[in-house]
């Protein structure tokens, strides 16, 4: 039996509708097909980082600073990865031209 994954936007809609409190919790859990348990561990999740939601300005900043750390990085591999690229081949063709004149 698979387990069912769920998209952050959906369990945060079930979350969001636990705090209201107009259902019950084993009520939106049958109203969505959902464990209780599941619910549970959401909203505790979502309740630990809410804070997360108030500072989302410097969440960004970080992430696009990783963003163009990483860009960098590539830049960097993609680079080396060429070079090399063109070392194996200039490499390949001294090694057929080696074997041509042993020949």
Known sequence: M???RF??????????EVLKGELTLN?????????PKSIIEWKKRFLENAELAMESNILIKEYKKKIEELKKKN?????????LTINKEWLEKKLRGL????K
């Open 2 to 4: 698979s387990r069912r």
């Open 7 to 16: 998209s952050p936007e959906f369990k945060t809609k079930v979350v969001l």
């Open 27 to 35: 009520e939106i859990a049958s109203k969505y097909q959902v464990l």
């Open 75 to 83: 830049e960097r591999y993609a680079k080396k990865i060429g070079e």
């Open 99 to 102: 074997d041509l004149r042993a």
